[in-house]
């Protein structure tokens, strides 16, 4: 047993080294599991032969160190890689996305920089003073001239079969609301299968 976790720690190591490697400024760092984020990948992801992506971080070095720029409970923060990679592994996996045109990333990332510090909002609404992880992500990258690349759709908290998920319903009911259902919003996985992004590992 003691040998598996050796093997399996230095597994880890590797595989941290050869994504961080790998890791350009701006790529998109997507968590996935079928644990974590259930409620999240449900409602998001109906392709049976797809990740359960469930979140979505913004890649950036700073003062030469590698860092996930997220939007996460604690708010708008920048975790270190090694950190973001370890809590995305033990949970399932991560994908690292990056845009066919990069002309737009320094302005993208420069954008998404602003929102540091901004609370997080776990009602998954557009146009407050919270900010959830894709609409990080979607606020803030634009192409060379400004546009933004991800647009807004409408919003899905039902599962495969068109069904309001009850996680959702309970979540929603706690703070007085009904579920949002086709309010314009964003979330990881509309972001990973976007055209404008390739994925190149997990």
């Not at 003691?2 to 994504?19: G, P, Q």
């Not at 370890?86 to 320094?106: A, C, F, K, V």
Request: hydrophobic share 40%; charged share 20%; aromatic share 8%.
């Amino acid at each position: 047993m003691r040998h598996l976790l050796v093997i399996l720690l230095f597994a880890s190591i590797s595989l941290l080294a050869k994504a961080q490697d790998e890791v350009l400024e701006g790529d998109l760092l997507f968590a996935y599991s079928s644990t974590t984020g259930l409620a999240i990948s449900e409602a998001t992801v109906h392709d049976a032969t797809a990740p359960p992506i469930y979140h979505v971080a913004i890649a950036t070095w700073v003062d030469g160190k590698l860092y996930a720029l997220e939007a996460i409970d604690e708010g708008v923060t920048l975790t270190p890689f090694e950190k973001f990679s370890e809590r995305s592994l033990n949970q399932g996996g991560m994908l690292i996305g990056r845009l066919h045109d990069r002309s737009g990333i320094d302005q993208s990332v420069s954008n998404a920089m602003e929102h540091l510090g901004k609370p997080y909002d776990d009602l998954y609404m557009i146009d407050t003073q919270e900010i959830y992880c894709s609409e990080l992500v979607q606020l803030s990258y634009v192409n060379s001239k400004g546009q933004r690349l991800f647009p807004l759709i409408n919003m899905s908290f039902h599962d495969a079969q068109g069904h309001i998920i009850d996680y959702w319903r309970e979540h929603y009911a706690k703070h007085g609301m009904a579920v949002p259902e086709g309010a314009l919003g964003t979330n990881p996985a509309q972001i990973a299968h976007n055209p404008a992004v390739i994925i190149l590992s997990h």
